[in-house]
T-cell receptor, first 113, second 112 residues
Framework: EAQVTQNPRYLITVTGKKLTVTCSQN?????MSWYRQDPGLGLRQIYY???????DKGDVPEGYKVSRKEKRNFPLILESPSPNQTSLYFC????????????FGPGTRLTVL | GENVEQHPSTLSVQEGDSAVIKCTYSDSASNYFPWYKQELGKGPQLIID?????GEKKDQRIAVTLNKTAKHFSLHITETQPEDSAVYFCAADNQAGTALIFGKGTTLSVSS
């Protein structure tokens, strides 16, 4: 089944403890992206990757890192999480062009205490 | 940068009625306008999309219209059912093609 998977789905952590949220897609998509969803703010892009080893900042990149060493994986790294990073995170992928359909993962609910 | 505004933020209808959600966008270079449905505890799921060379698209009970001159597009759901209850998001691609810019969402409630 073609899908975007994320792990973990739920995570509660404490301020300053490094964490990684994994994202994987099995559709051979070139483009991958991370969004965060907050009440009243909708979905906002954190980082994106147009292809392997090519990443760039979205609208809200502060406090996050990403890497794209393989086509299928695009992990989101929080080196020193803070409470304002408590949010619902979604990974997404699409084949390549801007007008291609973008598929979303199931989400990771992160709470930083 | 691109900005997408979505209205209304909440919409309550009776089963069988029609529902209309409207979005406006700011960047005239946008070419792709998807609509996503998000159910509780799940990621957004594409329900329909439209590209700038088309004015209207229909898929069973769902239709989308696009007015590029006025920079607005709308989602129409006919014969609504309780399972249509969800949060709906409109989006538009940014000029660089690197992101979808989302509206803030519409919570649709269909009561039977």
């Amino acid at each position: 089944e073609a899908q975007v998977t994320q792990n973990p789905r739920y995570l509660i952590t404490v301020t300053g403890k490094k964490l990684t949220v994994t994202c994987s897609q099995n559709m051979n998509h070139e483009y991958m992206s991370w969004y965060r969803q907050d009440p009243g703010l909708g979905l906002r892009q954190i980082y994106y990757s147009m292809n392997v080893e090519v990443t760039d900042k979205g609208d809200v990149p502060e406090g996050y890192k990403v890497s794209r060493k393989e086509k299928r994986n695009f992990p989101l790294i929080l080196e020193s999480p803070s409470p304002n990073q408590t949010s619902l995170y979604f990974c997404a992928s699409r084949p390549g062009y801007a007008t291609d359909t973008q598929y979303f993962g199931p989400g990771t609910r992160l709470t930083v205490l | 940068g691109e900005n997408v505004e979505q209205h209304p933020s909440t919409l309550s209808v009776q089963e069988g009625d029609s529902a209309v959600i409207k979005c406006t966008y700011s960047d005239s270079a946008s070419n792709y306008f998807p609509w996503y449905k998000q159910e509780l505890g799940k990621g957004p799921q594409l329900i329909i999309d439209i590209r700038s060379n088309v004015g209207e698209k229909k898929d069973q009970r769902i239709a989308v219209t696009l007015n590029k001159t006025a920079k607005h597009f709308s989602l129409h759901i006919t014969e609504t059912q309780p399972e249509d209850s969800a949060v709906y998001f409109c989006a538009a691609d940014n000029q660089a093609g690197t992101a979808l810019i989302f509206g803030k969402g519409t919570t649709l409630s269909v009561s039977s």
